[in-house]
């Protein structure tokens, strides 16, 4: 990999982050590599102010902190097809990282440069909130990004996209219905609706009693949030699928769109979302040399029999 401009991106509330991202710093300086030091937290996002300033695309994102960090790091960088190496400095469970221990390994700009890593691709999500008028015209989903990136804003998701009542003292649940390319399934009466990736079905989706998807599948999974009704179940859908969702009821009914746990937009009847695949993906830098999503999965959910505290049995 080229390696002359890196942007070091660290957690906002990590002193152990940013101490990390300096040495980090001063390692690629002393080999002619130009670095940039970005902060990014709830209340601080580094990437609007980077595009904008920088003179070019960096070659490598390092990111240093926990998955919050990697997935504001994905919003922003995967359509620009900007590789992300990220290190768990700071960081609760980490499924998107490296150990930190691996920061401090020996050579390991040097295997960057010798391209020594394997460049796994994650599949996004993508949302545009779109009037009535708006839907003619765009009724085509076979291409990702669909034209919509002139008409309105796009929201981009690494892990998922959920949907929740936007007044909540208001309307403390909302119906919803889900158009699927072009069909209606169900009409969700409950606290919200979440579409993830395969990437984000360990997260928010698992805990409203979702699947676990392997990341290597390109799947979207539709989870409804604490439904009302026993027959709204969550389903998996094939990639190229086209959400719509739509809120009813009166004007107060608003919605809110949430990515990755980052605020989107509000929206309400007579209006709704369109979600699909994104036609990018993320691409995340994979140091390990054996990786393996298993071990992953029986380590950080803390799954008894683990196999990193015990040796498999002999059946």
Not at 44 to 70: K, M, W
Not at 150 to 163: F, G, K, P, S
Not at 290 to 312: E, F, M
Request: charged share 20%; aromatic share 6%; net charge negative.
């Amino acid at each position: 990999m080229r390696l002359e401009r890196v942007w070091l991106i660290y957690r906002a509330d990590s002193p152990l982050a940013l101490k990390e991202a300096r040495r980090c710093s001063d390692e690629l300086e002393k080999i002619g590599v130009t670095t940039v030091l970005g902060m990014s937290g709830l209340t601080a996002d580094p990437f609007p102010g980077l595009l904008a300033s920088e003179p070019r695309l960096p070659d490598l994102a390092v990111v240093l902190g926990g998955d919050g960090t990697v997935l504001g790091a994905a919003r922003h960088l995967a359509v620009l097809d900007v590789p992300i190496l990220s290190f768990n400095v700071g960081g609760h469970l980490g499924f998107l990282t490296h150990d930190p221990g691996l920061l401090r390994s020996e050579g390991l700009w040097q295997r960057v440069l010798e391209d020594r890593f394997a460049l796994e691709r994650r599949m996004m999500l993508q949302a545009a909130i779109q009037r009535i008028g708006d839907l003619h015209g765009s009724e085509d989903a076979s291409g990702a990004d669909d034209g919509l990136q002139d008409q309105q804003e796009i929201h981009w998701a690494l892990n998922d996209l959920y949907l929740k009542p936007y007044h909540e003292d208001l309307a403390p649940t909302c119906i919803l219905e889900m158009e699927i390319d072009g069909e209606v399934v169900d009409q969700v009466r409950g606290d919200g609706l979440i579409l993830a990736s395969p990437t984000g079905s360990t997260g928010y989706a698992m805990a409203a009693g979702g699947p676990i998807l392997h990341p290597g599948i390109d799947a979207i999974v539709v989870s409804p949030i604490c439904p009302m009704s026993l027959s709204s179940r969550t389903v998996v859908l094939p990639p190229r699928s086209r959400v719509v969702i739509w809120p009813l009821g009166d004007a107060s009914r608003q919605v809110k769109l949430w990515k990755d746990g980052a605020a989107g937009e509000v929206f309400g009847p007579g209006e709704c979302c369109v979600i699909q695949q994104a036609a990018h993906h993320a691409l995340m830098v994979q140091l390990e040399q054996s990786p393996s999503y298993y071990r992953t999965l029986s380590r950080k959910l803390h799954w008894a029999g683990s196999l990193l505290d015990s040796a498999p049995s002999s059946n």
